[in-house]
């Protein structure tokens, strides 16, 4: 059983960062496909970032530049590192893994993913 612990959202100001962080447990963590989605009400879940274990990071084209996504294997946790925030980052992030490696085309595609965490809140005041 995976379980993924999303924690660092927060209600932040426009030009402020955040950091999120997703512990995962339950599997050895160096095979996987890591990912962050979001979602606001009424709108279906969105691609942020994606990285794996063999290398090759991916990003929304409107966060790119602005966040950044890690990982350390040692510790089976994923960063997001969020800059200059904007209100529209305003959404509950989720974490998302997938045992294998995905490729690139469907990183993007939350199907692809197996274990999802309960998601933390992000909120960005103008």
């Known amino acids: 059983q995976v379980q993924l612990v999303e924690s660092g959202g927060g209600l932040v100001q426009a030009g402020d960062s955040l950091r999120l962080s997703c512990a995962a447990s339950g599997r050895s963590f160096s095979t996987f496909s890591m990912a962050w989605f979001r979602q606001v009400p009424g709108k279906e879940r969105e691609f942020v970032a994606a990285?794996?274990?063999?290398?090759?990071?991916a990003y929304l084209d409107s966060v790119r530049g602005r966040f950044a996504i890690s990982r350390d294997n040692a510790k089976m946790t994923i960063h997001l590192q969020m800059n200059s925030l904007k209100p529209e980052d305003t959404a509950v992030y989720y974490c998302a893994a997938a045992f294998r490696r995905i490729i690139t085309s469907q990183l993007g595609v939350a199907g692809e993913y197996d274990y999802w965490g309960q998601g933390t809140q992000v909120t960005v005041s103008s």
């Open positions: 990285t794996r274990s063999s290398g090759g990071d």
